[in-house]
C-alpha cells in the first residue's frame, strides 16, 4: 500500500492510521457482529462477513484514493469479526457434544 498510493515521504501517522483503522473496525464488529449472530443466527452473520471481506479485500487491491483505503480497512476489520469470531462459535455448535472444547 505504501507503493501504491506513494506513502514514501508522508507522515508516520498516514501509515498508523491504517492499522487503527483496522482496529477499530475489529472493535466495532465485536460490539455489534457478534450481537447479531446471536439474534439473527450465527450462518447468515458468517456469510455476510464473509462476503464484506471479499469485497473490502478486493476494493483495496484496486483502491489508489487514501481516503477510501481507510474506509475498506474500517469495512474489513468489520467483517473480520463476523466471518472469525461468529464462524468459530457456529463451528462449535456443529461439533457434537463430546468433542467440544
Known amino acids: 500500500m505504501i507503493?501504491?498510493?506513494d506513502f514514501h515521504c508522508e507522515p508516520?501517522?498516514?501509515v498508523g492510521l491504517f492499522g487503527?483503522?483496522?482496529l477499530f473496525g475489529m472493535v466495532?464488529?465485536?460490539l455489534t457482529l457478534a450481537r447479531m449472530g446471536d439474534i439473527?443466527?450465527?450462518k447468515r452473520v458468517f456469510l455476510f462477513g464473509l462476503g464484506c471481506q471479499v469485497l473490502a479485500t478486493l476494493g483495496l487491491l484496486l483502491s489508489t484514493n487514501e481516503l477510501i483505503d481507510y474506509m475498506l480497512l474500517l469495512l474489513l476489520g468489520w467483517s473480520i469479526t463476523g466471518k472469525q469470531y461468529v464462524g468459530y462459535t457456529y463451528l462449535l455448535e456443529l461439533q457434537p457434544k463430546e468433542r467440544q472444547v
Open 28 to 30: 466495532v464488529g465485536c
Open 12 to 14: 508516520d501517522y498516514k
Open 3 to 5: 507503493e501504491q498510493l
Open 20 to 22: 487503527s483503522c483496522f
Open 40 to 42: 439473527h443466527g450465527r
